[in-house]
């Protein structure tokens, strides 16, 4: 298998690149030693540090900017039929539940934060449940061990989630675990992962360029409060937060509001890919008087390549059945491949 | 977490997969509470192929209601049978367990839920 092309690159964020070719050489060791990640693995402990650790400590602004649903999932969610039984992996704050309410979700994330807002969010905290918490259901739970038993959903959607994974070999399990979980060989899988091609936002990111990057999130300070209150939960211990101060704010700036859609369609909610948003985010960094106090954390994003995520739905033993492009992002619907029986997949 | 959610998860421990003895998760010292949702027939019925039946009678017992019938009633039979709905409705869709354990019948592992989220992160040694 090979590893993700990393070219070289002036972008601040090299770092990241580094860091990941060496995760990528280390995986490569553990999997011929025995093929399952281990405890301290060191693409995990990466992770830990850059994705979950920047969810829990953002959860609530990341959430409030978060709300609108991305069209090709919308469209997938709705092409459903009544009565379906759906996963969505990474569900964030939650917001495709409730998009079709004629279906029941499985709602998971691995940060307990943002599966707490989603809750609120959906009303199933309260008695008179509305539309959302009474077809849907929510846990934390990793990606690349999830505890849906086999075949059990039609169908399942993981928006934004994939291009968190550090090595490729992780991407493509949790493509597999995915697959997985789905019914064979009719059961669909939605993924929808950050492009490398966004030659039209002003992100600057194109064809050719790094594809492992370091995105800053701008925490601003109206949220912090906010953010103090969440931490202040019961059960909260080990927090990590606004480590990782950030080394170079101008860049920070430049980068921010990356995974939300640019698209004039969009108001300025920030669509959701990914992560930042696209308004919340620009705003922060127009905003220079605030900067010196507003913490960033950084974020990894691997930014697929045209035909990328196909190769890696392949590699995962799934088959694709439709893909596509929307708004700098890559997307594809996945089914079970014939060679793969149960049983028989990680 | 809905009744309903029990009967789809089973252990993350991926040694676990192969086990039978891992699905379905045993709620231990849960606390249920009973939410107020609108019956929506329809979705039960539809609903109904994805359940694993054998499953839900282990779940409905360990959780003390009533004892349901060996066989599932087919799609026809649970469009007709307002009682019926209405008691599956209850279990699946109204009853919540807010706090309590979930408990691997292979691995022995237990699951927490606190304010009605389970968390199925695991330990790193069970990775
Ligand atoms: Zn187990």
Request: proline share 7%.
């Amino acid at each position: 298998m090979a590893a993700s092309s990393a070219t070289p690159s002036a972008l601040p964020s090299s770092s990241a690149a580094d860091a990941v070719a060496k995760l990528a050489a280390a995986s490569v060791t553990e999997v011929t030693a025995g093929g399952s990640s281990q405890a301290d693995d060191p693409a995990e402990a990466y992770e830990r540090e850059h994705v979950h650790g920047v969810y829990e400590a953002i959860a609530p602004h990341f959430s409030a900017t978060r709300y609108k649903p991305w069209p090709a999932v919308a469209s997938f969610l709705h092409a459903q039929p009544p009565g379906a039984l759906g996963l969505d992996v990474g569900c964030g704050n939650g917001k495709y539940l409730g998009v079709n309410t004629d279906v029941f979700m499985l709602a998971s994330d691995r940060s307990p934060s943002l599966i707490r807002l989603a809750r609120e969010r959906c009303g199933l905290t309260r008695p008179d449940a509305p539309a959302a918490g009474a077809v849907s259901d929510l846990l934390v739970a990793d990606g690349l061990s999830l505890p849906f038993r086999e075949r059990a959903a039609d169908f399942a959607i993981c928006v934004a989630v994939i291009h968190h994974l550090s090595t490729r070999q992780r991407r493509q399990d949790a493509i597999r675990q995915l697959l997985r979980c789905v019914d064979a060989p009719r059961g669909k899988v939605l993924v929808y992962v950050w492009a490398l091609e966004q030659g039209t936002s002003r992100r600057g990111w194109d064809q050719g360029g790094e594809q492992d990057l370091l995105v800053p999130w701008v925490l601003k300070a109206q949220h912090q409060h906010q953010q103090q209150q969440q931490q202040q939960q019961p059960k909260k211990k080990k927090e990590k937060k606004s480590r990782q101060r950030q080394q170079d704010t101008t860049s920070a700036a430049k980068d921010q509001a990356p995974d939300e859609p640019a698209a004039p369609a969009a108001p300025a909610d920030g669509g959701d890919v990914g992560g930042q948003g696209e308004g919340e985010g620009e705003k922060a960094s127009a905003e220079p008087s605030g900067q010196a106090a507003d913490p960033v954390f950084q974020r990894y994003y691997h930014l697929y390549r045209q035909g990328e995520l196909e190769e890696d739905v392949l590699a995962a033993g799934g088959v694709v059945v439709e893909s596509g492009y929307e708004r700098d992002n890559w997307w594809v619907v996945a089914a079970n491949g014939p060679a793969t029986p149960p049983g028989q997949q990680q | 977490m809905k009744v309903l959610t029990l009967n789809f998860l089973t252990c993350a421990v991926k040694s676990c997969r192969t086990s039978a003895d891992s699905f379905p998760l045993h709620p231990k010292d849960a606390e249920l509470v009973s939410d107020d949702v609108e019956l929506n027939p329809q979705l039960l019925v539809n609903l109904l192929p994805r359940i694993d039946w054998n499953a839900l009678r282990t779940t409905a017992t360990e959780l003390g209601f009533p004892t349901l019938p060996e066989q599932p009633p087919t799609p026809e039979e649970l469009q007709a049978d307002e009682k019926m709905l209405q008691d599956l409705h209850k279990l699946l869709m109204e009853t919540q367990i807010s706090e309590g354990k979930l408990v691997c019948g292979a691995c022995g592992h237990e699951y927490a839920v606190r304010e009605g989220i389970a968390n199925f992160l695991l330990p790193s040694h069970l990775v």
